[in-house]
């Protein structure tokens, strides 16, 4: 004769205690709140470098023009230096489509005249420590980068600073 004596089961011995639970929640949660921050803080970072990217688009599109024609062109403001009918977007010297606005949401600055260019970008709203204004002019950027420079310098010279001086002769 076979006899099966099934264990009694006793209760609360199965599954977690709800003190197992609430440390498991709590570590779960400092961790998503790490990674969130990080994540925000990259983010902002990558924001950043797009606006540098973007008007160093342009400018070198505005000195391309230069070197072909001799003179910059004539823009009154960013919009129309960014358009498809622009004189830069039909030459091929940017790409089509670029946007008027940051990647912050606040529209670029920027003007030329035949003799000169000024593009700007307000930075960062939220972080203008790290991130704040980017200007570039012929031969000249000034604006901080988070990522390229150490923690307190200028990822670039401004646009006030005097020139290295040449080879001596």
């Known amino acids: 004769m076979t006899s099966t004596t099934a264990r009694p089961s006793r209760p609360g011995s199965r599954g977690f205690s709800l003190l197992e639970l609430l440390v498991a929640m ?11 921050s990080q994540f925000r803080k990259h983010s902002a970072q990558a924001r950043y470098l797009k606006a540098q ?3 160093k ?18 823009f009154g403001n960013f919009d129309a230096m960014v358009d498809n009918n622009s004189s830069l977007v039909k030459e091929s010297l940017i790409k089509v489509g670029m946007s008027a606005q940051d ?5 670029y600055e920027g003007k030329s005249t035949k003799a000169n260019y000024e593009l700007k970008c307000a930075g960062d709203p939220n972080n203008q ?3 704040g204004p980017i200007v570039r002019t012929p031969g000249q950027v000034s604006g ?11 990822g670039a010279p401004k646009a006030d600073a005097p020139a290295a001086p040449g080879p001596k002769k």
């Open 144 to 154: 901080s980068s988070p990522v390229s420079a150490p923690a307190g310098t200028a």
């Open 103 to 107: 990647p912050f949401g606040q529209p």
């Open 129 to 131: 420590e790290d991130a």
């Open 53 to 55: 990217d973007d008007l």
């Open 26 to 36: 709590m570590i779960i949660a400092v961790l998503g709140t790490l990674g969130f």
């Open 57 to 74: 688009i342009v400018s070198e599109g505005l000195d391309q023009y230069y070197l072909k024609h001799g003179s910059f062109p004539d």
